[in-house]
């Protein structure tokens, strides 16, 4: 149980492209999902934190004109890097949680590899 | 804000043999959540084990077990009888009590030597 499809794994595009990445959670409602950025051998930083039916709270540096987060049902959420550039190329992987509570696990995606020519 | 501190950046352990992770945390709060998550090469995060601060119990998951001490702020993570298919990145987790976001370590790299 308790399983998160994430979609694409892997996108390769030119400077410029908006990407759009979805979160699914297959067998639960996520009440609250969240996506990280993980650079090459990095931990992995919080983006942001959406809660179904209300806007995502970002964390402080995270431009949320450049990362779009949408989380209109309780099993979807999706993030899209607009005007995508180099730079944002990443590892961006999401998670989902079934209640708002925090003794209740994270479950993750398989990540999506963004690669900006 | 909460810090998670893991001072080993990478491990190595023969294969059946007994490793322990470090992991110590700051914070002035009295109830939350401790996680250890493991990141193989395929980049999946997957739990490990979790504990709640509440619990004197130490948690245990099958092989792996963990050494929580609150006083100390730390929590260890012991994996016995190491295997292959254990290597992987392995990140400690905070969350506080309530809806809060976890706060991850730097992560240790666990390499298995057969």
């Known amino acids: 149980g308790a399983v998160v499809s994430q979609h694409p794994s892997r996108v390769i595009c030119k400077s410029g492209t908006s990407v759009k990445i979805e979160c699914r959670s297959l067998?639960?409602?996520?009440?609250?999902m969240f996506w990280y950025r993980q650079f090459p051998k990095q931990s992995l930083m919080l983006m942001a934190t959406?809660?179904?039916?209300?806007?995502?709270?970002?964390e402080q540096g995270v431009e949320k004109d450049k990362f779009l987060i949408n989380h209109a049902s309780l099993t979807l959420s999706t993030l899209t890097v607009t005007s995508a550039h180099p730079e944002d190329s990443s590892f961006y992987i999401c998670?989902?949680?079934?209640?708002?509570?925090?003794?209740?696990?994270?479950?993750f995606g398989d990540g999506t590899r963004l690669s900006i020519l | 804000a909460q810090t998670v501190t893991q001072s080993q950046p990478e491990m190595s352990v023969q294969e059946a043999e007994t490793v322990t992770l470090s992991c110590t945390y700051d914070?002035?709060?009295?109830?939350?959540?401790l996680f250890w998550y493991k990141q193989p090469p395929s980049r999946q995060m997957i739990l490990v084990i979790r504990?709640?601060?509440?619990?004197?119990q130490n948690a245990t998951e099958n092989r792996f077990s963990v050494n929580f001490q609150k006083a100390a702020k730390s929590f260890s993570l012991k994996i016995s009888d190491s295997q292959l298919g254990d290597a992987a990145m392995y990140f400690c987790?905070?969350?506080?009590?309530?809806?809060?976001?976890?706060?991850f370590g730097t992560g240790t790299r666990l390499t298995i030597i057969p």
């Open positions: 998670s989902a949680r079934e209640t708002e509570y925090s003794n209740q696990p994270q479950h």
């Open positions: 067998d639960f409602q996520a009440t609250t």
């Open positions: 959406s809660n179904e039916g209300s806007k995502a709270t970002y």
């Open positions: 914070t002035s709060e009295s109830d939350y959540y």
């Open positions: 504990q709640e601060a509440y619990k004197q």
């Open positions: 987790a905070y969350s506080g009590f309530g809806n809060e976001k976890l706060t």
